[in-house]
Nanobody
């Protein structure tokens, strides 16, 4: 069974930094895109950043220049370095990975359990 386990959330003052990490474990044939999402109470989950297996990245406009997504394919991890944090970045952050467990099955989406990031003003 594939699992994604996140770490690194917490409370930080505005202007500070946090680094989120997510490790995939279990049987898998390949990992395609990996991503970070976030969700505020009462709002829809929002895509924050993506990274392809090639290393190509994309970010939403509000985090460009402040957040950096990276991955280590050998370790099956994805990270999100968050700098110059703002109160509006406060949310539960979820990692996501598109994984093939075997070569003959379709890609499936897997999610981490979520980690709280709180930025105080």
């Amino acid at each position: 069974q594939v699992q994604l386990v996140e770490s690194g959330g917490g409370l930080v003052q505005a202007g500070g930094s946090l680094r989120l990490s997510c490790a995939a474990s279990g049987r898998m044939f390949s990992i395609n895109d990996m991503a970070w999402y976030r969700q505020e109470p009462g709002k829809q989950r929002e895509l924050v950043a993506t990274i392809a297996d090639s290393g190509n990245t994309n970010y939403i406009d509000s985090v460009k220049g402040r957040f950096t997504i990276s991955r280590d394919n050998a370790k099956r991890t994805v990270s999100l370095q968050m700098n110059s944090l703002k109160p509006e970045d406060t949310a539960v952050y979820y990692c996501n990975a598109r994984i093939k467990q075997n070569w003959w099955v379709a890609i499936q989406d897997y999610w981490g359990q979520g980690t709280q990031v709180t930025v105080s003003s």
